[in-house]
């Protein structure tokens, strides 16, 4: 099943200056996970908030799964976008326990099943004797599972993820970026991941999509990963 369709997408901050996406097109299939790789400044990011409903795209349109999101007429806010997205400060609200943190995306949801989503993000991202603490009292990379468990939690069709590890050592970047691979595969969760790093790709990617510099136009090469 198609996930995301984008097709002829078009983007530019100002009209004056050259499209930082230019007549992008990119398709991809449920569980896959897709590495988005460039130099700084070639609109990973700006591709990431154009998925999500962030940016308002000069022309193109965005289907997710099935539905157009924008494009042909139709604009679809973030919040009903049913996007999951995780930055590279992880954003988790400070005055928020880890239960609370993973409770806020899950209003929709009757009471009794929210506790049991909690409890089941928990496990998932092997979180489950932190649930009371405030993120100021965990490490990175437990702040990175809470990030990633809030994501998760609202069962999105897509999940986002800009520079997931930037703010981890090296270390520990290795060894949480095996354990995201894990994470995604089990919950068989549609991933973009945004990164620097051609490691990251190759250790939990399904395939990447290189971005050129924004002064080139139709710069987008897709490449296979494959797996050793
Ligand atoms: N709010 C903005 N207003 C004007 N230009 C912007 C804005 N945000 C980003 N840009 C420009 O758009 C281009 C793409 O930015 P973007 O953040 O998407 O790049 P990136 O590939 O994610 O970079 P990095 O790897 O450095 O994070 C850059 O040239 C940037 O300067």
Redesign the pocket.
Known sequence: MTIVEIKDLTFS?SRKENP?INDFSFTMEKGEVVGIL?Q???????LLRLISGLEMPLKGTIKIAGKTVVGDGIFIHPENREVGMVFQDYALFPHMTVKENILFGLTRLPRKGRKQRVDEMLELVQMESFAKRYPHELSGGQQQRVALARALAPKPNVLLMDEPFSNLDADLKESIREELGIILKKANMSCII?T?DRKDVEAICDYSIVIGP?NQTNDFIQKKIHHV
Request: glycine share 24%; hydrophobic share 25%; proline share 0%.
């Open positions: 901050f930082v460039g700084s400044g070639s609109g990973k990011s700006t945004v620097h924004s």
